[in-house]
């Protein structure tokens, strides 16, 4: 069985491969001389299609540099973003890398240090926007950590709304070994996930703790062993975007909303929120198909409208 993959900004082709059960993601170099295989690049974009349609693949691509990331790496990610915004298609995404046993290094310091005294706050803000567009994209965001998750790294996969993690896998936010502080949200997102006492003492020690450890504390949300391909979060992240995906996309983004908003909020603004939330869904094609394969008794098949 041989699906294609759309890719974002195509500059080749990639194919679902299923042969005797078991599938893989063959990348396919393009024809045209002229343009540049995307694996090649520090971001790649992958979407699904066939059996997995509606999952989407941000994969980190940087290997010499840990998937450091680096002014390319920033932009490029936020290129990544941008395509998936309006994507109604999109029902889950999936943060993970391509480079064994790293996720992301945090920030490049040796790009940093050539770095004018000036430059280094705007650059920051363009990370700090960058890590909250992820937070904000409207399908449910996944990030698979198979491998060190170091400062904005680890903001990278905070910004997420689920986390899995090899138990092997090394995370933490260091920023204050280097004197400064996590600049990409993650002395916000890390009190709000884990609490403010324990979180306090992760930022003020930088210290590193691994996967089974930050499974114990809810920093992620389940831990694996790691397998001999070192993928193991990955794979056990796209099961669980394919249990996401499966529903209603339009009342899984709703309810992505309302939780995120209603966090912030008081209790009663939250409720207020949930119901302005639950009246979008009421009208949709969906709704009245969950509906109707209920009494039916059969899987639903959700569009997305």
């Given amino acids: 069985m041989l699906q294609r993959l759309y890719v974002s900004k195509a500059k080749?082709?990639?194919?679902?491969?299923?042969?005797?059960?078991?599938?893989?993601l063959c990348h396919v170099p393009p024809s045209d001389q002229g343009s540049r295989h995307l694996l090649k690049d520090e971001v790649q974009l992958d979407r699904y299609e066939g059996e997995t349609s509606g999952v989407a693949v941000i994969s980190l691509n940087r290997p010499k540099a840990k998937n450091a990331i680096s002014a390319r790496f920033l932009h490029l990610f936020t290129e990544a973003l941008e395509s998936l915004k309006h994507d109604k298609s999109v029902r889950a995404?999936?943060?993970?890398?391509?480079?064994?046993?790293?996720?992301?290094a945090g920030a490049d310091l040796k790009e940093?240090?050539?770095m004018a005294?000036?430059?280094?706050?705007?650059?920051?803000?363009?990370?700090?926007a960058m890590v909250s567009g992820l937070s904000t994209l409207p399908a449910p965001v996944i990030a698979a950590l198979d491998g060190a998750a170091m400062g904005g790294g680890l903001e990278i996969a905070l910004a997420c709304d689920l986390r899995i993690a090899a138990s092997?896998?090394?995370?933490?936010?260091?920023?204050?070994?280097?004197?400064i502080l996590p600049g990409a949200g993650g002395s916000q997102r890390?009190?709000?996930?884990i609490g403010?006492?324990?979180?306090?003492?992760?930022?003020?020690?930088?210290?590193?703790?691994?996967?089974?450890?930050?499974?114990?504390?809810g920093l992620v949300n389940h831990v694996v062993d790691q397998n001999k391909d070192g993928d193991a979060a990955y794979h056990r992240a796209l099961e669980l975007a394919e249990e996401i995906s499966a529903n209603g996309p339009v009342a899984v983004r709703m309810a992505k909303l309302a939780i995120n908003y209603g966090s912030e909020v008081d209790l009663a603004?939250?409720?207020?929120?949930?119901?302005?939330?639950?009246?979008?869904?009421i009208p949709t094609k969906d709704r009245l198909e969950g509906l109707q394969a209920f009494r039916e008794k059969r899987t639903p098949k959700y569009l997305g409208e």
């Avoid at 080749?12 to 893989?24: A, C, E, P, V």
């Avoid at 890390?190 to 996930?193: H, I, K, N, Y």
């Avoid at 403010?196 to 504390?217: C, N, Q």
């Fill in 269 to 281: 603004t939250g409720l207020a929120f949930e119901e302005t939330c639950y009246a979008q869904v």
């Fill in 196 to 217: 403010v006492p324990l979180a306090k003492e992760l930022i003020f020690t930088g210290r590193v703790i691994d996967g089974k450890a930050a499974h114990e504390i």
């Fill in 117 to 128: 005294q000036s430059d280094v706050g705007p650059f920051v803000s363009k990370l700090r």
């Fill in 190 to 193: 890390l009190p709000r996930l």
């Fill in 168 to 179: 092997s896998a090394k995370m933490g936010l260091v920023e204050a070994k280097l004197a």
């Fill in 93 to 104: 995404v999936i943060v993970r890398s391509n480079v064994p046993g790293i996720f992301c």
């Fill in 112 to 114: 940093r240090a050539k």
């Fill in 12 to 24: 080749g082709y990639i194919f679902h491969l299923t042969l005797n059960n078991q599938s893989r």
